[in-house]
């Protein structure tokens, strides 16, 4: 079984930064895609970011120039910097890893942490 804990959410005001970080752990035999999502209040879940086993990165049009995902594939964690934080980006944020394990593909989320931006 495969388990993500994200950390590095908070409060921050409109123009600051934050970094979030998430940890995989359990029995993995290989991590293809890790990715960031974002759900605020009376919305879906959308995509934020996702990057690849090569490194190749795709973003929300919203946080493009803004955010930028990373990941460390000896440590199993993928990262996610924040600029130019702006009052739309509150939400909860979720990480999420497609990995393959003992038992075969799948996806897995993590609890989530919140990000809260005052103007």
């Known amino acids: 079984q495969v388990q993500l804990m994200e950390s590095g959410g908070g409060l921050v005001q409109a123009g600051g930064s934050l970094r979030l970080s998430c940890a995989a752990s359990g029995s993995i035999l290989a991590i293809n895609s890790m990715g960031w999502y974002r759900q605020a209040p009376g919305n879906e879940r959308d995509l934020v970011a996702v990057i690849g086993v090569d490194g190749e990165d795709r973003y929300a049009d919203s946080v493009k120039g803004r955010f930028t995902i990373s990941r460390d594939n000896r440590k199993k964690m993928v990262y996610l910097q924040m600029n130019s934080l702006k009052s739309e980006d509150t939400a909860v944020y979720y990480c999420?890893?497609?990995?393959?394990?003992?038992?075969?593909?799948?996806?897995?989320w993590g609890q989530g942490t919140q990000v809260t931006v005052s103007s």
């Open positions: 999420t890893m497609w990995a393959t394990g003992v038992y075969g593909d799948s996806q897995t």
